[in-house]
DNA sequence: AAATACTTTCAGAAATATTTGAAAGTATAG
DNA sequence: CTATACTTTCAAATATTTCTGAAAGTATTT
Protein backbone atom coordinates (compact mmCIF):
# COMPACT_ATOMS: atom_id res chain seq x y z
CA UNK A 1 0.00 0.00 0.00
CA UNK A 2 1.62 3.22 -1.01
CA UNK A 3 2.60 5.79 1.50
CA UNK A 4 -0.18 8.29 1.06
CA UNK A 5 -2.58 5.85 1.33
CA UNK A 6 -1.93 4.36 4.39
CA UNK A 7 -1.84 7.62 5.86
CA UNK A 8 -4.95 9.17 4.81
CA UNK A 9 -6.58 5.44 5.79
CA UNK A 10 -4.90 5.87 9.17
CA UNK A 11 -6.07 9.47 9.94
CA UNK A 12 -9.68 8.47 8.53
CA UNK A 13 -9.50 5.31 11.05
CA UNK A 14 -8.61 7.42 14.02
CA UNK A 15 -10.92 10.79 13.13
CA UNK A 16 -13.89 7.82 13.18
CA UNK A 17 -12.25 6.28 16.28
CA UNK A 18 -12.51 9.71 18.04
CA UNK A 19 -16.09 10.40 16.43
CA UNK A 20 -17.58 7.15 17.91
CA UNK A 21 -15.84 8.08 21.40
CA UNK A 22 -16.76 12.09 21.49
CA UNK A 23 -14.29 13.38 20.23
CA UNK A 24 -14.23 16.28 17.86
CA UNK A 25 -13.37 13.79 14.34
CA UNK A 26 -11.13 17.31 13.38
CA UNK A 27 -9.43 17.24 16.40
CA UNK A 28 -8.69 13.65 16.58
CA UNK A 29 -7.45 13.13 12.58
CA UNK A 30 -4.88 16.50 13.90
CA UNK A 31 -3.56 14.41 16.26
CA UNK A 32 -3.29 11.18 13.82
CA UNK A 33 -1.24 14.08 11.59
CA UNK A 34 0.83 14.92 14.32
CA UNK A 35 1.52 11.27 15.82
CA UNK A 36 2.98 10.63 11.59
CA UNK A 37 4.95 13.63 11.21
CA UNK A 38 8.65 13.10 11.39
CA UNK A 39 8.70 16.74 12.88
CA UNK A 40 6.44 19.31 14.14
CA UNK A 41 4.54 21.06 12.11
CA UNK A 42 3.05 24.61 11.60
CA UNK A 43 -1.00 25.47 11.41
CA UNK A 44 -0.53 25.99 7.71
CA UNK A 45 0.93 22.37 7.01
CA UNK A 46 -2.18 20.87 8.95
CA UNK A 47 -4.41 22.76 7.25
CA UNK A 48 -3.01 22.08 3.65
CA UNK A 49 -3.08 18.43 4.60
CA UNK A 50 -6.26 17.73 6.12
CA UNK A 51 -8.08 20.85 4.08
CA UNK A 52 -9.62 22.76 7.08
CA UNK A 53 -9.55 26.19 7.71
CA UNK A 54 -7.37 28.32 9.83
CA UNK A 55 -9.75 28.45 12.61
CA UNK A 56 -10.63 24.99 13.10
CA UNK A 57 -6.88 24.21 13.02
CA UNK A 58 -6.34 26.23 15.90
CA UNK A 59 -9.43 25.75 17.69
CA UNK A 60 -8.33 22.25 17.44
CA UNK A 61 -5.07 22.31 17.91
CA UNK A 62 -5.82 24.32 21.37
CA UNK A 63 -8.26 21.77 23.09
CA UNK A 64 -5.53 18.97 22.03
CA UNK A 65 -3.38 21.09 23.91
CA UNK A 66 -5.63 21.41 26.74
CA UNK A 67 -5.91 17.53 26.84
CA UNK A 68 -1.64 17.63 27.29
CA UNK A 69 -1.18 15.81 23.93
CA UNK A 70 -0.13 17.92 21.94
CA UNK A 71 2.63 20.87 23.07
CA UNK A 72 3.27 23.70 21.10
CA UNK A 73 7.12 24.24 19.76
CA UNK A 74 9.37 27.19 18.73
CA UNK A 75 11.80 26.90 15.83
CA UNK A 76 15.18 29.11 16.27
CA UNK A 77 14.72 32.42 14.26
CA UNK A 78 11.71 31.13 12.89
CA UNK A 79 8.02 33.14 14.08
CA UNK A 80 5.83 30.60 13.23
CA UNK A 81 4.56 28.08 15.82
CA UNK A 82 5.11 24.37 15.52
CA UNK A 83 3.59 21.60 17.19
CA UNK A 84 4.27 18.13 17.64
CA UNK A 85 2.85 15.16 20.03
CA UNK A 86 4.39 12.49 22.00
CA UNK A 87 4.71 9.53 20.25
CA UNK A 88 4.74 7.07 23.33
CA UNK A 89 1.07 5.16 22.98
CA UNK A 90 1.41 4.24 26.43
CA UNK A 91 1.69 7.98 27.69
CA UNK A 92 -0.98 9.09 25.37
CA UNK A 93 -3.12 6.32 27.11
CA UNK A 94 -2.20 7.61 30.60
CA UNK A 95 -3.53 11.54 29.50
CA UNK A 96 -6.11 10.25 27.44
CA UNK A 97 -7.43 8.48 30.68
CA UNK A 98 -6.45 11.27 33.39
CA UNK A 99 -8.67 14.03 31.43
CA UNK A 100 -11.67 11.56 30.87
CA UNK A 101 -11.25 10.93 34.48
CA UNK A 102 -11.33 14.38 35.32
CA UNK A 103 -14.18 15.30 33.07
CA UNK A 104 -16.06 12.11 33.00
CA UNK A 105 -15.39 9.95 36.07
CA UNK A 106 -15.58 12.30 39.30
CA UNK A 107 -18.77 14.48 37.96
CA UNK A 108 -21.08 11.26 37.78
CA UNK A 109 -19.30 10.01 40.92
CA UNK A 110 -20.23 13.03 42.65
CA UNK A 111 -24.01 12.92 41.27
CA UNK A 112 -24.24 9.15 42.33
CA UNK A 113 -23.06 10.26 45.54
CA UNK A 114 -25.15 13.48 46.15
CA UNK A 115 -28.23 11.45 45.34
CA UNK A 116 -27.93 8.97 48.03
CA UNK A 117 -29.79 11.24 50.52
CA UNK A 118 -32.83 10.83 48.43
CA UNK A 119 -36.19 10.11 50.36
CA UNK A 120 -39.50 10.24 49.59
CA UNK A 121 -43.36 8.46 50.32
CA UNK A 122 -42.56 5.60 47.34
CA UNK A 123 -40.65 2.84 49.49
CA UNK A 124 -40.49 0.73 47.21
CA UNK A 125 -39.45 3.28 44.50
CA UNK A 126 -36.86 4.90 47.26
CA UNK A 127 -35.36 1.71 47.93
CA UNK A 128 -34.65 0.74 44.30
CA UNK A 129 -33.20 4.34 43.53
CA UNK A 130 -30.99 3.50 46.41
CA UNK A 131 -30.12 0.27 45.95
CA UNK A 132 -28.79 1.01 41.88
CA UNK A 133 -27.41 4.30 42.76
CA UNK A 134 -25.17 2.84 45.61
CA UNK A 135 -24.20 -0.43 43.36
CA UNK A 136 -23.22 2.00 40.68
CA UNK A 137 -21.18 4.67 42.53
CA UNK A 138 -19.35 1.44 44.20
CA UNK A 139 -18.90 0.11 40.22
CA UNK A 140 -17.51 3.19 39.41
CA UNK A 141 -15.27 4.36 42.62
CA UNK A 142 -13.56 0.84 41.80
CA UNK A 143 -13.15 2.11 37.93
CA UNK A 144 -11.80 5.10 39.35
CA UNK A 145 -9.37 3.16 41.41
CA UNK A 146 -7.93 1.58 38.52
CA UNK A 147 -8.07 4.35 36.28
CA UNK A 148 -6.03 6.02 38.89
CA UNK A 149 -3.44 3.35 39.36
CA UNK A 150 -2.58 3.15 36.20
CA UNK A 151 -2.14 6.77 35.38
CA UNK A 152 -0.03 7.02 38.47
CA UNK A 153 2.25 3.85 37.16
CA UNK A 154 4.96 3.48 35.20
CA UNK A 155 4.84 1.58 31.75
CA UNK A 156 6.69 -1.41 33.08
CA UNK A 157 3.86 -1.43 35.73
CA UNK A 158 1.43 -2.00 33.27
CA UNK A 159 3.32 -4.52 30.99
CA UNK A 160 3.87 -6.41 33.94
CA UNK A 161 0.50 -6.43 34.83
CA UNK A 162 -0.40 -7.34 31.51
CA UNK A 163 1.18 -10.41 31.84
CA UNK A 164 -0.59 -11.70 35.14
CA UNK A 165 -3.54 -11.58 33.02
CA UNK B 1 -33.35 15.03 48.37
CA UNK B 2 -36.84 14.60 46.65
CA UNK B 3 -37.26 10.98 45.38
CA UNK B 4 -38.56 13.46 41.79
CA UNK B 5 -35.84 15.29 41.99
CA UNK B 6 -33.14 13.22 42.61
CA UNK B 7 -34.51 10.89 39.99
CA UNK B 8 -33.98 14.01 37.33
CA UNK B 9 -30.68 14.06 38.31
CA UNK B 10 -29.62 10.74 38.09
CA UNK B 11 -31.60 10.17 34.27
CA UNK B 12 -29.77 13.86 33.39
CA UNK B 13 -26.43 12.80 34.51
CA UNK B 14 -26.54 9.57 33.03
CA UNK B 15 -27.52 11.50 29.68
CA UNK B 16 -24.91 13.54 29.77
CA UNK B 17 -22.28 10.75 30.49
CA UNK B 18 -23.71 9.12 27.39
CA UNK B 19 -23.52 11.79 25.15
CA UNK B 20 -19.66 12.40 26.25
CA UNK B 21 -18.88 8.59 25.23
CA UNK B 22 -20.61 8.97 21.85
CA UNK B 23 -24.18 7.47 22.95
CA UNK B 24 -27.29 9.41 21.99
CA UNK B 25 -28.65 11.04 25.51
CA UNK B 26 -32.64 9.94 24.97
CA UNK B 27 -30.68 6.37 24.66
CA UNK B 28 -28.57 6.73 28.00
CA UNK B 29 -31.90 8.29 29.71
CA UNK B 30 -34.24 5.63 28.79
CA UNK B 31 -31.76 3.38 29.82
CA UNK B 32 -31.19 5.50 33.37
CA UNK B 33 -34.78 5.51 33.50
CA UNK B 34 -35.70 1.71 33.32
CA UNK B 35 -32.54 1.32 35.58
CA UNK B 36 -34.49 3.04 38.09
CA UNK B 37 -37.84 1.09 37.46
CA UNK B 38 -39.46 -1.12 40.15
CA UNK B 39 -40.89 -2.94 37.13
CA UNK B 40 -41.14 -3.05 33.32
CA UNK B 41 -41.97 -0.04 31.51
CA UNK B 42 -44.04 0.59 28.17
CA UNK B 43 -43.40 2.48 25.72
CA UNK B 44 -46.22 5.00 26.59
CA UNK B 45 -45.15 5.06 30.35
CA UNK B 46 -41.30 6.36 28.75
CA UNK B 47 -42.63 8.78 26.36
CA UNK B 48 -44.66 10.61 29.44
CA UNK B 49 -41.91 10.75 32.01
CA UNK B 50 -38.80 11.37 29.65
CA UNK B 51 -41.43 13.55 27.41
CA UNK B 52 -39.78 12.41 23.79
CA UNK B 53 -42.15 11.19 21.19
CA UNK B 54 -42.86 7.58 20.05
CA UNK B 55 -40.82 7.80 17.71
CA UNK B 56 -37.47 8.43 19.60
CA UNK B 57 -38.34 5.75 22.18
CA UNK B 58 -39.18 3.17 20.23
CA UNK B 59 -35.97 3.57 17.63
CA UNK B 60 -33.79 3.84 21.33
CA UNK B 61 -35.18 1.11 22.95
CA UNK B 62 -34.23 -0.49 19.42
CA UNK B 63 -30.64 0.46 19.93
CA UNK B 64 -30.97 -0.19 23.83
CA UNK B 65 -31.99 -4.18 22.46
CA UNK B 66 -29.10 -3.81 19.93
CA UNK B 67 -26.56 -3.62 22.63
CA UNK B 68 -28.39 -6.15 24.60
CA UNK B 69 -28.64 -4.26 27.61
CA UNK B 70 -32.62 -3.77 27.23
CA UNK B 71 -35.17 -6.74 26.75
CA UNK B 72 -38.90 -6.66 25.59
CA UNK B 73 -41.34 -8.09 27.67
CA UNK B 74 -44.66 -9.65 27.70
CA UNK B 75 -47.72 -9.28 30.58
CA UNK B 76 -49.67 -12.20 30.27
CA UNK B 77 -53.18 -10.92 29.12
CA UNK B 78 -51.73 -7.36 27.74
CA UNK B 79 -50.95 -7.01 24.54
CA UNK B 80 -48.92 -4.20 25.36
CA UNK B 81 -44.52 -4.47 24.92
CA UNK B 82 -43.03 -4.21 28.25
CA UNK B 83 -39.07 -3.18 28.45
CA UNK B 84 -36.75 -3.72 30.98
CA UNK B 85 -32.91 -3.56 31.66
CA UNK B 86 -30.47 -5.92 33.80
CA UNK B 87 -29.66 -4.17 37.21
CA UNK B 88 -26.28 -5.83 37.79
CA UNK B 89 -24.17 -2.83 37.14
CA UNK B 90 -20.79 -5.21 36.38
CA UNK B 91 -22.94 -7.39 33.70
CA UNK B 92 -23.99 -4.19 32.11
CA UNK B 93 -20.33 -3.26 32.11
CA UNK B 94 -19.02 -6.45 30.19
CA UNK B 95 -22.29 -5.89 27.51
CA UNK B 96 -20.67 -2.56 26.92
CA UNK B 97 -17.53 -3.30 26.71
CA UNK B 98 -18.26 -6.62 24.62
CA UNK B 99 -20.29 -3.94 21.93
CA UNK B 100 -17.63 -1.30 21.83
CA UNK B 101 -14.95 -3.82 21.42
CA UNK B 102 -16.85 -5.50 18.36
CA UNK B 103 -17.84 -1.87 17.22
CA UNK B 104 -14.89 -0.35 17.43
CA UNK B 105 -11.67 -2.21 18.68
CA UNK B 106 -11.92 -4.64 15.92
CA UNK B 107 -11.95 -2.15 13.35
CA UNK B 108 -9.41 -0.11 14.42
CA UNK B 109 -7.19 -3.41 15.05
CA UNK B 110 -7.69 -4.26 11.77
CA UNK B 111 -7.02 -0.84 9.76
CA UNK B 112 -3.71 -0.83 11.59
CA UNK B 113 -2.96 -4.26 10.54
CA UNK B 114 -3.88 -3.78 7.05
CA UNK B 115 -1.39 -0.26 6.46
CA UNK B 116 1.61 -2.25 8.16
CA UNK B 117 1.56 -3.06 4.44
CA UNK B 118 2.83 0.45 3.75
CA UNK B 119 6.17 1.13 1.22
CA UNK B 120 6.99 4.47 -0.36
CA UNK B 121 9.84 6.49 -1.21
CA UNK B 122 10.18 8.73 1.83
CA UNK B 123 12.13 6.13 3.35
CA UNK B 124 11.91 8.44 6.63
CA UNK B 125 8.44 9.06 6.80
CA UNK B 126 7.21 5.13 5.72
CA UNK B 127 8.97 4.19 8.89
CA UNK B 128 7.91 6.46 11.47
CA UNK B 129 4.34 5.31 10.04
CA UNK B 130 5.55 1.85 10.30
CA UNK B 131 6.91 2.22 14.00
CA UNK B 132 3.86 4.45 15.03
CA UNK B 133 1.25 2.27 13.79
CA UNK B 134 2.61 -1.09 14.80
CA UNK B 135 3.35 -0.15 18.40
CA UNK B 136 -0.43 1.49 18.61
CA UNK B 137 -1.17 -1.68 17.19
CA UNK B 138 0.41 -3.55 19.82
CA UNK B 139 -0.99 -1.61 22.46
CA UNK B 140 -4.36 -1.90 21.07
CA UNK B 141 -3.77 -5.68 20.89
CA UNK B 142 -3.12 -5.55 24.45
CA UNK B 143 -6.08 -3.78 25.22
CA UNK B 144 -8.32 -6.03 23.37
CA UNK B 145 -7.26 -8.90 25.16
CA UNK B 146 -7.74 -7.54 28.52
CA UNK B 147 -11.25 -6.71 27.61
CA UNK B 148 -12.00 -9.86 26.36
CA UNK B 149 -10.78 -11.35 29.56
CA UNK B 150 -12.99 -9.09 31.07
CA UNK B 151 -16.06 -9.90 28.96
CA UNK B 152 -15.28 -14.02 29.83
CA UNK B 153 -14.82 -13.51 33.31
CA UNK B 154 -17.35 -13.58 35.89
CA UNK B 155 -17.72 -11.09 38.74
CA UNK B 156 -15.88 -12.98 41.14
CA UNK B 157 -12.59 -13.11 39.21
CA UNK B 158 -13.28 -9.17 38.60
CA UNK B 159 -13.48 -8.53 42.49
CA UNK B 160 -10.51 -10.48 43.27
CA UNK B 161 -8.66 -8.59 40.14
CA UNK B 162 -9.40 -5.68 41.79
CA UNK B 163 -8.07 -6.45 45.26
CA UNK B 164 -4.92 -7.29 43.46
CA UNK B 165 -4.21 -3.53 42.65
C1' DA C 1 -63.24 -9.00 7.51
C1' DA C 2 -63.48 -4.95 10.07
C1' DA C 3 -62.27 -2.71 14.15
C1' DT C 4 -59.06 -2.17 17.65
C1' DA C 5 -54.68 -1.69 19.91
C1' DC C 6 -50.75 -1.50 19.44
C1' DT C 7 -45.53 -0.92 17.02
C1' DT C 8 -42.53 0.63 13.34
C1' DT C 9 -40.93 3.62 9.83
C1' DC C 10 -39.23 7.62 7.80
C1' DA C 11 -39.40 12.29 5.56
C1' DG C 12 -39.03 16.54 7.14
C1' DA C 13 -38.21 19.74 11.17
C1' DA C 14 -35.52 21.05 14.89
C1' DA C 15 -31.59 21.04 17.57
C1' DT C 16 -26.78 20.66 18.03
C1' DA C 17 -22.10 20.57 16.65
C1' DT C 18 -18.65 21.86 13.60
C1' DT C 19 -16.41 24.78 10.36
C1' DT C 20 -15.33 28.88 7.92
C1' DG C 21 -13.11 33.19 6.98
C1' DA C 22 -12.53 37.72 7.74
C1' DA C 23 -11.54 40.99 11.29
C1' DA C 24 -9.22 41.82 15.47
C1' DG C 25 -5.33 40.87 18.25
C1' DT C 26 -0.29 40.26 19.29
C1' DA C 27 4.48 40.19 18.85
C1' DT C 28 8.62 41.06 16.40
C1' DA C 29 11.44 43.47 12.96
C1' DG C 30 12.80 47.37 10.54
C1' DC D 1 6.18 54.09 15.24
C1' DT D 2 4.72 51.24 11.35
C1' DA D 3 4.83 47.31 8.75
C1' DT D 4 4.97 42.60 8.70
C1' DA D 5 4.02 38.00 9.98
C1' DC D 6 1.87 35.61 12.29
C1' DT D 7 -2.28 33.78 15.86
C1' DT D 8 -6.83 34.12 17.86
C1' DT D 9 -11.64 35.04 17.96
C1' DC D 10 -16.32 34.64 16.84
C1' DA D 11 -20.63 35.47 14.14
C1' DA D 12 -22.56 33.33 10.55
C1' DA D 13 -22.79 29.33 7.42
C1' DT D 14 -22.80 24.52 6.95
C1' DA D 15 -23.08 19.87 8.21
C1' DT D 16 -24.60 16.35 11.13
C1' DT D 17 -27.39 14.32 14.41
C1' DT D 18 -31.48 13.78 16.67
C1' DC D 19 -36.40 14.09 17.10
C1' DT D 20 -41.16 14.38 15.74
C1' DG D 21 -45.56 12.83 14.35
C1' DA D 22 -48.41 11.08 11.13
C1' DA D 23 -48.90 7.27 8.07
C1' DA D 24 -48.05 2.58 7.31
C1' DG D 25 -47.54 -1.86 9.25
C1' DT D 26 -48.82 -5.85 12.29
C1' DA D 27 -51.28 -8.68 15.25
C1' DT D 28 -55.27 -9.64 17.93
C1' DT D 29 -60.08 -9.44 18.96
C1' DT D 30 -64.84 -9.14 17.83
Known amino acids: MEYSEAKQKFIHAWGTLGSNWGINKAMAQIHALLLLATEPLSAEEIMDELQMSRGNVNMNLRSLMDWGIVKKEHKVGERKEYFSTGKDVW ?73 KL
Open 91 to 163: DLARQVSRERRRREIEPILKVLEDVQSVSGDNKKSVAEFKKVTSELFEFSSKVDGVVEKFIKSDQNWFYKFLM
